[in-house]
């Protein structure tokens, strides 16, 4: 009997100290899901809010700093965070026992009373303490690489959201030049049409030409709104806060990566690949411990005390569960269809990583050759055009029309230049996202040039002047040539085309 008691109280004393053994991190694992994300090219850290969203907010944001504010203010994370105070709270509830039981019984038969106390434990939770904290740990783990990939996401969805707004304001300044062309080319038509030299149906056609630019001006600005209100939200910024982003873009790397070494890094990389291999992981577990304690049932030890007539007894106790109206299959048959599903899942998600992959590095690969083929052919095009239609309209042999819209499909041909050029680095974005990692070539990134300030040039012709810029050299334009235009409107139309073919044969 003393033998018993001894044995009972070192499996209490052992109880308490496992107890104790497992621990969570005072921060539920925040740093390392900050440092998972950071070998992903996540800049993130704990710096205090307030001063660094003063700091930030200061300047132009930068892709980069967007990010940094949204991980420390968009609520968001916080919701996400709060997935590790559950997985924390998994590990305490694994790693504690069973709160033990106080049983009180008085019986009495009129006279003689008798009086007995008791205390029980689960023994069944001692068995499977051990087990039960390894379990918790890698589901653990599981949820801290599960934070993690989400909080990459909400980084990338931050740059995406930066880039859309940078696109949107680029287009809405070309879209105004566009606007300010047609209008000064609407203005000229209704001169020459009230001196009698323009029709009615081309002076329309110039009006309805400035009217439809002014409503597509009118869609490029609501576009910026919405971007701009979608970025504010994901940065955390309230309404009323002043801030504007540095919308030049950087430099395209010289050549992208080959698809065979991001399907390689991608599989490496991902953050929810590696937190469905957990998942299975420790539901298998799950369905060991299951299939070793199902037969076992609940097991409970412990010590009764009982004192009748003057006496004491003292002695331990035993309480087995038998398993006849219910052999927990039900608990079996769960744990075999989790690991199922959790096999199935991470089956499914790897094959669909290669795919993906390849899709967004094509649709990089298409984005870059339409940038390219801007940058380099149309846009030179564009602008030689606008020059050499200003030297014909210097020797009256094109009119001012001709030139605005020179003009104007220069500015549209930049228009889809921006577009292709944002398109790339958003197809970048998703292939990152993909990949689940920052890309090779991201280290070899150049910032975008500033670019020098232009001398003035006595070409009427010149096709990189913004703003203001711009609108003196149409006006100049106009004033320009609106004398020698008038002049070949009255000048009849046989001597007109003489006069052109004389010249081209000159030259």
């Known amino acids: 009997m003393i033998q018993i008691r001894s044995r009972i109280a070192a499996l209490c004393c052992a109880a308490f100290i496992l107890a104790g053994c497992a621990s969570v991190p005072e921060d539920q694992g925040r740093g390392e899901v900050l440092s998972m994300i950071a070998e992903r090219g996540i800049a993130a850290g704990d710096e205090d809010m307030a001063t660094l969203a003063d700091t930030l907010l200061s300047r132009p944001l930068t892709a980069n700093d967007a990010v940094r504010l949204a991980l420390l203010r968009n609520p968001q994370v916080l919701l996400t965070y709060a997935e590790l105070g559950f997985g924390a709270a998994d590990i305490h509830a694994a790693a504690s026992l069973s709160n033990p039981e106080f049983s009180v019984a008085s019986l009495s038969d009129g006279g003689a009373s008798m009086l007995t106390l008791g205390l029980t434990q689960s023994f069944t939770d001692l068995l499977t303490l051990s087990a039960r904290g390894r379990i918790a740990e890698t589901r653990f783990e599981a949820v801290k690489r599960r934070v993690a990939s989400e909080l990459f996401g909400l980084a990338l969805d931050v740059e995406t959201a930066f880039f859309d707004l940078a696109e949107a304001q680029a287009l809405e300044r070309l879209r105004a030049d566009i606007a300010e062309v047609t209008d000064v080319s609407a203005e000229l038509a209704r001169r020459i049409h009230a001196a009698g030299n323009l029709s009615r149906l081309e002076l329309a056609i110039a009006e309805a030409a400035a009217s439809e630019v002014k409503l597509e001006l009118a869609e490029a600005e609501i576009r ?249 050299e149409s006006q100049h334009d106009h004033g320009k040539v609106e004398e020698s235009n008038e002049h070949r409107h009255h000048q009849p139309q046989a001597e007109q085309k003489q006069e052109e073919h004389h010249h081209d044969h000159a030259s």
């Open 224 to 472: 910026t709104a919405q971007a701009r209100a979608t970025l504010a939200r994901l940065l955390g910024i309230e309404h009323g806060v002043q801030w504007q982003i540095a919308d030049r873009l950087p430099q395209m790397p010289h050549h992208d990566e080959g698809l065979t070494q991001l399907v390689k890094l991608a599989f490496a990389s991902r953050l929810d690949l590696d937190a469905g291999r957990r998942d299975v992981e420790y539901l298998a577990d799950t369905l060991g411990l299951v299939r070793r304690f199902r037969w076992l049932g609940d097991i409970r030890v412990g010590l009764e005390r009982e004192r009748e007539g003057g006496e004491d007894f003292t002695g331990p106790t035993l309480a087995i569960e038998i398993p006849v109206f219910n052999r927990h299959k039900d608990q079996l048959s769960r744990a075999e269809a989790q690991v199922l599903e959790a096999e199935a899942k991470l089956a499914q998600r790897h094959l669909a990583v290669g795919h993906e992959v390849e899709l967004a590095w094509k649709q990089m690969r298409a984005a870059r050759l339409r940038a390219n083929e801007h940058r380099e052919r149309l846009l030179p095009l564009r602008a030689a055009i606008v020059d050499e239609t200003h030297r014909r309209v210097n020797f009256m042999l094109a009119d001012v029309f001709d030139a605005l819209q020179a003009r104007e499909l220069e500015y549209r041909a930049q228009q889809r230049a921006v577009m292709a050029e944002h398109d790339y680095w958003r197809a970048r974005i998703a292939l990152r996202r993909a990949v689940g990692t920052a890309l090779p070539m991201d280290a070899h990134i150049q910032p975008a040039p500033v670019p020098a300030e232009e001398p003035e040039a006595e070409d009427h012709g010149h096709h990189h002047m913004h703003g203001a810029e711009k609108k003196t």
